[in-house]
């Protein structure tokens, strides 16, 4: 990471990678001292344009654009593919980096201000969502603070942090901050539980992603949806992002006889106002989702630069020409819902 200041460096990030085996490359962190963090393999061109052959979606080839080295290709392929504003989230904190605080705040600064530059040279463009080391409550809050600053549009979570879930108290003073800048929490697929990563990472890795990140993430929404945290914080939103959407007519299904049994009112229109946000993809039924869910939930993107079952450069173009839902439901899964999310002008 190249914003690292000079007491800081000794928590610079090593990357290491096996040598190039049939176009595939496994790369990994060295994180104080240890292999932590997340890295996807790196392909070769050749088993990119294979491996997008084969599953049927595009993924995007220009290292450049991909990884952010040239801001202005990606804001180029950006305008090819008809998107005005993406929203960035991280892939080396989906798995726990670090358990020290020092470390863990040092890096989330960089992190953030790297993204910091990068909204500065996308004109605005690029958004973003903030890494709050939760290790050190006080620099979490401050650095949401300045991410709000420097064009970040959501503060970060694990569905699983460490040894708490969303739901623990612990998190108020984030989730009250956001509240009051008006920032969402973006909940990306990931698990910040050591132990459970280590459970689930067994050698059948696409299996294994599925109830390590993915899991845990439609976990997080059931514990929110019955806790607490809407009566406390009535206007903060949550997006639960890259988990698809195929479950959240069961979710609610399961929620609302829960407060039934419980005694409490399920709203009208739960899922709008608890502020709940969830991201679909074009292989979901998305017309059903609506239909049961509603559709003033649901927003949708193209996990640009990745190779995993989410990842679609073309996601937006092929959601467009969708013949099974109406204009009125499209533009709000393309643009309104998102602006809502991330309180987008």
Known sequence: MPTLTSSERQYRPIPLETREDAGVKLQFWVIDGKVKGFR??????????????????????????????????????????????????????????????????????????????????????????CMAPTLSMLDALDQIRWSKENGACAVLMRPVEGQRL????????????????????????????????????????IASTFHRFRIPTVGAFNDIIMSEIHDVFPKLRFGFIEASAQWLPWVMHEARNRFKTLGRKWPENAIREFGMYVTCENSDDIAYIAREAGEDCLVI???????????????IKVFRNRADLSPDVKQKILSDNARALYALS
Not at 45 to 54: F, G, I, P, T
Not at 98 to 119: F, G, H, P, Q
Not at 179 to 193: C, E, Y
Request: negative net charge.
């Open 40 to 129: 996807f393999p790196a392909f070769s061109a050749e088993e990119l344009a294979k491996r997008s052959q084969q599953v049927g979606r595009k993924f995007a080839d220009a290292q450049e654009a991909r990884e952010l080295g040239n801001v202005d290709l990606r804001i180029e392929h950006m305008d090819e593919t008809g998107v005005d504003v993406q929203v960035l989230h991280n892939t080396i904190f989906i798995e726990s980096a670090t358990d020290r605080a020092a470390v863990e705040v040092a890096l989330c600064k960089s992190w953030n201000r790297w993204l910091a530059d990068i909204w500065k040279q996308g004109k605005g463009r690029l958004r973003w969502s």
């Open 166 to 205: 969303l739901a623990d108290p612990y998190f108020y003073p984030i989730y009250d901050e956001a509240q009051k800048l008006d920032l969402a929490i973006a909940i990306h697929i990931a698990n910040g539980n050591p132990w459970l990563t280590d459970l689930y990472n067994h050698p059948v890795r």
């Open 301 to 315: 993107g193209t996990d640009y630069g990745h190779t995993d079952t989410s990842s679609d450069v073309d996601a």
